[in-house]
Structures are given as C-alpha cells and as structure tokens.
C-alpha cells in the first residue's frame, strides 16, 4: 500500500466539558486532544486502513511528545517531523455550541515550532519515498512566510515524483497576518493562487472560494444557511478554468439550522468530464444528511477530506458518486464524535452509505 503525506501545524485543543464557556470553566478543568486539519485527514485514512505520515515542526518537550504518542497510537508515522530546540506547541481553544449559540473558536499560536522552521530542513526525498498521496491546507500557510514556502515547496517536491496532491482552501481570515502591508484577504488569495498550479484535487467549504478565489455561488448565504446548490458546478468550473492542471473540485455543502442541527451534503466535480455529482442522494435525488443532537462539528471538514481521499485512492470506491458517497457518510459520523479527528471505521462508514442510520445498538 502507498503512503498518504500530510504536512500541517497540530495543535492541542483545549474544551470546557458540558458546553461551558470559557469564562464558567475557568478556573478548572478544560478537556486536551490534539488537532490540525492536515493532522486530522491522516487520523481519519489511518482509521481506515490507510498507510499514514505526518510531517511537521515540533519542541522537543512533554506536550509534543504526548501530541507525537497520540498519532502513533493510531499508526501514523511520524518520523519526519522535526523536533526544534525553539518554538511552541500553538494551542486552539473550542466553546461548544448549542441550540443559537454558535461554537467559537480562539487561537493561541504564534510561535509554533512549524511556522519558524525553513522549508530546505525538511527531508522531502524521503518523505514522499513510497508516497502517492499529499494533504495540505491553506491554513498552514496562513501562519508565516516561512509555512507558507514550506507548502509551497512541498507541493512542488510531491508533483515532481509524480504523488497526487490535494488542498482544502480553509479560509482562516484572522491567522493571515505576516504581511502587515497587504490586506489578509489579498495575502490568501496570491499565495493560494500561486500554490494552487501544484494541486490535483481542491477542496473547500461553502465559502473557502469565494473568500480565497473570489469565485461566488449565486446567491449562497452562509450566514442565513440559504445555498445556491445549482450555482456549486459553475464555482468548481471556474476554479479548473483558471487552474487547467486541478482534475477534481469537492465542496462541502452545509445548512446549518442551529449548533445542534446541520444538513450536510457535498459536490465532487470532474474537470476532464465536467461533470459534478452530489451526495447523499435518495433514489438520484439529493437529500442531505439531517445531523441533530451534534456532539462536535469542528473537524468536519476534514473527516470529509479524508474520506474522499481514501476513497478515491481505493479501487473498489474511486468512482465519483461511489467516493463522495463516502467522503460524505464519513463527516456526517464525525460530527457524533468529540474531538477533531474522526474515530469511524470503513465498515461504519459503508454501513451508512448503505443506509443504516438509525443508531441502534451493534452487538
């Protein structure tokens, strides 16, 4: 089996239990894991069967080390992450929403060790031996100039040995700031569009294309959670007219009614084909997975990201409808799990892509 890359900033991720805020829980106790989008699609291909490597900067301390034990347990290599006498491990604290309150999210990461080590210190022969596959995202190098050419510089090495490489566009509007004389808006959008030429497979959420590429879906809303579905081939369209070498454009299509309550559904689009496909479907209809009562939705995203990366590097699940089936069973199951990564195995994803939804007890 080829290796699956990811290279990306992990942070620890910091919760009130029980839906407190911050101010009510602390002082006390907050709940610890770790997370990071491109860290996040490895746990979730590991889950599944899949040959994981994480690739990142790290100080040689007790918290990377319990962050490092972490993704070894799940069998994700990690020997090519640098470990660095300077630096942090970056911290991301979660509030829980429900009902109308939102879930909020505050970042605490200047500093880390990933945004201050040179790309050229990193071992990118080796670490694409073997390899078929590259993640990143554009939050990773949304954190400093020196992240932002590390991305650069791996999605370039994985091209030139031939290793597929996709990007989730992440829009992270406050983290891009290390180009105090350009707008943040105009910082992502001309570092994106100059990794872009690099990447296989796009993806991003409701909003990422418009925020990063300007390219708009009809009259979607996210804030009212009004989507223009019909206008999403057009935004993958347009992203493959201005980037010739992307194949496939996936966007995730989330109606959120409340904290607790999401329809969540997806697009996968094949450039060469033109052609998009949707999922979930009900006899060839699109018919969003209704998600209530959710334990955690941050990680979303990447649960999706990973499935269909799985997927589309599988045999038996590469075809569009059939991947993005699963892509999207696979995030639907992570927002009934607490925590970024998404602990669902393939046969539970495959049992909701064939309709067991009703959480009945396994025995």
Known sequence: MKTFVGFGEIMARLVPPNHLRLRQAMPGTLNVTFAGAEANVMATIAMMGGQTRYVTALPENDIADACLAVLNSMNIDTRYVIRTSHGRVGLFFVETGANQRPSKVIYDRDGASVTLVAPEHYLWSDIFEGANWLHISGITPALSRLAADAALIAAKEAKATKVTVSCDLNFRKNLWNWKPDCSRRELAEKTMKSLLPYVDLVLANEQDAEDVLGIKAGQTDVESGRLAIEKYPDVAREIVRQFPNVSQVAITLRQSISADHNNWAAMLYDGQKQQAVFAPLDDEKLEPYQIRNIVDRVGGGD??????????ATPELNEPQTAL????AASCLAHSIAGD???????????????FASGRVVR
């Open 303 to 312: 649960a999706f990201a990973g499935g269909l990366i799985f997927a589309l």
């Open 341 to 355: 990564f998404n602990f669902s195995s393939r046969s539970e994803v495959e049992a909701l892509m064939q309709g």
């Open 325 to 328: 089936s699963y892509a999207t």
